[in-house]
């Protein structure tokens, strides 16, 4: 990527060469910073998570929430997944940093349970080191032990791409995981490169419509046909279905009519902070104005 650049840029004259040395640069030097820092984060405490709420359309509940990672770095602020996640996994911090998104997770849930919410079902996002770690189980057994949760406080998901990697043994995998209690979702589903035959192999309880279909719907046609498909897909194969990234009234109408069962998005909520999310757990509903 960043040789493409180069390439383009010497390509194009001496002022974009400028432009974009300054831009590598300040890429460069950004994923130095994080380097050199992420390997001390989680000692450090220096990770947060933040949540979406995921909501029932028929009813408007909250039915749980997604989380999701944000690293409060020392000197670049508070940072979002996309800038360290792949360092993560390169260097070999991923396993570390996920264990800790899920003990972190169910700390959470079981904070919120004392304070005297109904036990939440949050989703937490798994890398495909992580979901190959041969602790990976054990691990989530334990952390539901330590803070006396059941398996369905658990949504774990993976992408279409880390369970097509060695089927085999992802459905290993994933059988012990559900038979924990514990849900599975295919997140990002349809952009994968893969075959549908994997769906044959276990029962996953959810696919998450990637955003990227949502996104022109309804005004594209070919987005609003895959999104239909995927949906009636869903519920002949009786998973739940989830659209990611709903931002507009016309999007929720859409889903709703198509019969979506669930929603996550800014129209709802965008994801915010531990503190932030409560109050909306509190109320229990959230339903889009539509004027
Ligand atoms: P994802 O699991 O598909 O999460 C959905 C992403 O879409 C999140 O980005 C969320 O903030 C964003 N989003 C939600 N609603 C909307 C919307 O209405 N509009 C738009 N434009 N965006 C929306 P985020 O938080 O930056 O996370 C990006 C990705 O990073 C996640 O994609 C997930 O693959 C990964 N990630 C997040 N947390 C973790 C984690 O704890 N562990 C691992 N391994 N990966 C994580
Ligand atoms: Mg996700
Ligand atoms: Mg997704
Ligand atoms: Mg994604």
């Given at each position: 990527n960043a040789d493409a650049a180069m390439y383009h840029a010497k390509s194009s004259g001496r002022n974009n060469y400028k432009f974009y040395t300054a831009d590598l640069n300040a890429r460069a030097r950004e994923i130095l910073a994080i380097e050199s820092q992420l390997r001390h984060a989680v000692d450090r405490q220096e990770f947060v998570l933040h949540y979406q709420p995921q909501v029932e359309?028929?009813?408007?509940?909250?039915?749980g929430a997604e989380a999701l990672i944000r690293w409060n770095h020392p000197t670049l602020g508070l940072l979002g997944p996309l800038h360290f996640i792949d360092v993560a996994e390169e260097r070999g911090y991923i396993v570390q940093i996920g264990n800790w998104v899920i003990r972190e997770a169910c700390r959470q849930i079981a904070e919120w349970h004392a304070k005297g919410l109904p036990l939440m079902t949050v989703g937490v996002n798994l890398s495909a080191l992580q979901f190959r770690h041969q602790e990976l189980v054990g691990l989530l057994q334990d952390a539901l032990a330590e803070y006396q949760l059941?398996?369905?406080c658990l949504d774990v998901e993976v992408t279409e791409s880390v369970i097509m990697d060695d089927l085999e043994s992802t459905v290993q995998t994933i059988r012990a995981i559900q038979a924990m209690g514990i849900r599975m979702s295919i997140d990002?589903?349809?952009?994968?490169?893969?075959?549908?035959?994997?769906?044959?192999r276990f029962k996953a309880d959810k696919l998450k419509i990637d955003r990227s279909f949502v996104?022109?719907?309804?005004?594209?046609q070919d987005d609003s046909a895959i999104t239909r498909a995927i949906i009636n897909m869903s519920k002949n194969l009786n998973m739940q279905v989830v659209a990611e990234g709903v931002e507009t009234v016309e999007q929720w109408q859409f889903l709703a009519q198509e019969g979506c069962h669930q929603v996550q998005g800014y129209l709802l909520?965008?994801?915010?902070?531990a503190e932030a999310v409560e109050p909306l757990l509190r109320q229990k509903c959230l339903l889009p104005r539509l004027e």
């Open positions: 359309m028929s009813t408007g509940n909250i039915i059941p398996g369905s990002d589903f349809g952009t994968g490169y893969s075959s549908l035959a994997y769906l044959k996104r022109d719907i309804p005004g594209d909520s965008k994801p915010v902070s």
